[in-house]
């Protein structure tokens, strides 16, 4: 470590990255670590902000994790490390708390170059390169085709949409699929309730719709359409003939609304996979799956125990071909094939996750509903299977949402009769509103989301709260337009200003942005994409706070019109705020707004 030096920044803008680097670089010049270092794991020493922030600017367990593999006291052992860090330019100032915890207080200097890093950066400080460009398919929604979005599909929507683009800025070549369920029985359910609306179209007198069939109103159009192009003629076919026709066209009509009911969430999927594929040329996929899985010894003819409880439709006392699952982590073998010879749903899963290995992808991620807990271990017991356990899949429940509006239950919709569409919700609150607030809670919890406090225009609406404070950032450039009219600064402009930022509340909130690249990192790792609408609005309170300030310490207002120099600076840790706000709105897939109407 040079003495006395400051470090040169890196490219990598990473507060905690660079002291991770600089503390493991103090360590190796110790001579007890020198002598053990074999024996000693850097990879355990935790390097973060203290949570208290009196206590420092940054806090590490290094002394903690190493001190028994080094025979020593933890306290003893941080001693010598913070003489080490005493040495480092940067450090403003180390101590050592508690049993051997050690904080750090960062020079004025280091946090200026910081954030100017964070100006030349824009919206692109806190990308990772974590992700090494390694490819990861994430599949969500996947609703059955057979209506319109409801809200029970909405948090795995916005869920999944957000994992996505945070692991896209964390540095993975991530897809985004969408497997379209158009097999099966409640596809030919559908078909049916189809050809009832046909008829009615034709000025038959359909009556009330018959139970077991689908009843919505949004099926009315689709009947039309197939009235309009055929006329009588699907209505003088029988059913084998007419069946497919109305299933084409159905499922062409229940994806395109789906897609719209999406778009309006402003989720877009990359690859759209239909299960009929599997199906086609006599379940060749399927066929090609199950032989595969034969091959690598893990399929078996045999009979199944009855589960405990109420019998699943798929069970037969009878001999089977199965998947012997439990060899590779399930609590049950699965069937793949019944003994009339047709193929199980389950099957189906197997093919559907070799096609995906076979396109490449070694780590998939489902997000599905809470309803889907029991698929967990099969499926992923399907991926050691199929790959022998050279990919990861990786099974996000979502957790139930439940409409309020002023504290009372919403149930009823006006749009199909018996659920709440997503379309309605986002037509009601806004679709910022909906995606930020179906993050705001770890997806493995309830939701509860009420119309009327997702809209108010308070601290308590955190959405709004987020958004106010990207839009106050906007609004000190115009102010600064509006004090120095011939203003013309370009970030880098902005970056060579930041030796105008001192003061402690400023630093403050330099050290809050700061926390932005650790957080990314972390979030992506865990796949928790609620962490960052978390940290946003606590780097918006922050950026609040120190507004409010400026109330009642005009020097500490980001525009003096008496003082262009500090208005420069100012605007340059507003610019890096206002980065940040508007890269981790991306993320959650809301917009930055320039201001509030």
């Known amino acids: 470590m040079p003495c006395g030096k400051a470090y040169a920044w890196k490219s990598a803008m990473n507060l905690f990255t660079d002291f991770d680097a600089r503390i493991k670089t103090a360590l190796e010049q110790i001579d007890l670590v020198k002598e053990k270092r074999s024996e000693v794991d850097f990879g355990r020493i935790a390097i973060e902000p203290p949570r208290d922030p009196s206590h420092g600017d940054v806090a590490t367990n290094a002394a903690m994790v190493l001190a028994k593999p080094l025979g020593t006291n933890p306290r003893a052992l941080a001693e010598i490390i913070t003489e080490k860090l005493k040495e480092d330019a940067d450090v403003a100032d180390v101590s050592v708390a508690g049993p051997g915890f050690i904080n750090i207080r960062l020079s004025v200097g280091y946090w200026q170059r910081l954030l100017a890093s964070m100006i030349e950066a824009g919206t692109d400080y806190g990308r990772s390169a974590i992700g090494a460009g390694k490819r990861v398919n994430v599949e969500y929604v996947s609703a059955n085709p057979t209506g319109p979005m409801h809200v029970g599909h909405c948090r795995g929507a916005v869920v999944g949409d957000a994992l996505a683009n945070l692991l896209s800025f964390a540095g993975f070549d991530v897809v985004k699929e969408y497997y379209i369920n158009d097999a099966g029985s409640q596809i030919d359910v559908l078909a049916r309730s189809v050809f009832l609306r046909y008829r009615e179209a034709l000025g038959e007198k359909i009556g009330e719709i018959p139970p077991g069939l689908y009843p919505g109103d949004y099926l009315i159009p689709v009947g039309q359409s197939l009235a309009r192009d055929y006329g009588v003629k699907l209505h003088n076919m029988p059913e084998d003939q007419w069946m497919p026709l109305v299933k084409d066209r159905t499922i062409d009509a229940m994806m395109a609304m789906i897609r719209e009911d999406l778009d309006a969430l402003n989720v877009h999927h990359d690859a759209f996979f239909s299960e009929r594929t599997l199906h086609a040329n006599g379940a060749a996929a399927i066929r090609t799956a ?179 404070a990207h839009a106050r950032c906007m609004s000190v450039f115009r102010q600064a337009k509006e004090a120095f009219p011939d203003l013309d600064v370009s970030p880098a402009d902005l970056a060579k200003a930041v030796a105008g930022i001192s003061d402690p509340a400023e630093l403050q909130l330099v050290a809050k942005a700061a926390e932005f690249p650790r957080l990314v990192e972390s979030a992506a790792q865990s796949q928790e994409p609620h962490r960052v609408v978390f940290y946003l609005y606590d780097l918006a309170s922050s950026f609040h706070a120190h507004w409010n300030k400026g109330k009642d310490q005009v020097d500490l207002r980001f525009i003096n019109d008496k003082n262009r120099e500090s208005s420069i600076a100012r605007l340059g840790l507003v610019y890096a705020v206002a980065s940040v706000l508007k890269s981790g709105l991306a993320i959650a897939g809301t917009a930055a707004p320039d201001e509030m109407r």
Request: aromatic share 12%; proline share 4%; glycine share 8%.
């Open 290 to 468: 199950i032989n595969d899985l034969t091959f690598k010894g893990h399929v078996y003819k045999g009979t199944l125990p009855p589960p405990k409880g109420q019998l699943p439709e798929d069970w037969e006392d009878r001999e089977q071909t199965l998947f012997r699952s439990t060899e590779v982590g399930d609590d049950m073998d699965r069937p793949l094939i019944k003994s009339d010879g047709s193929y199980t749903y389950f099957a189906a899963d197997v093919a559907y996750f070799k096609n995906k290995f076979d396109r490449g992808f070694n780590e998939m991620i489902y997000v599905l509903g809470a309803d889907h807990g029991g698929y967990v271990k099969r499926l992923e017991a399907v991926a050691r299977g199929v790959s022998e356990g050279k990919a990861k899949l990786t099974v996000l429940l979502c957790q139930l949402v439940k409409l309020f509006r002023n504290g009372e239950p919403v149930k009823m919709s006006k749009r199909s009769g018996d659920f709440v569409t997503l379309r309605e919700v986002v037509e009601e609150v806004g679709r910022d509103s909906v995606r930020f607030m179906m993050l705001y809670r770890k997806s493995s919890e309830p939701l509860d989301f009420d119309f009327a406090k997702v809209t108010e225009q308070s601290k308590d609406n955190p959405v709004f709260y987020v958004q106010y």
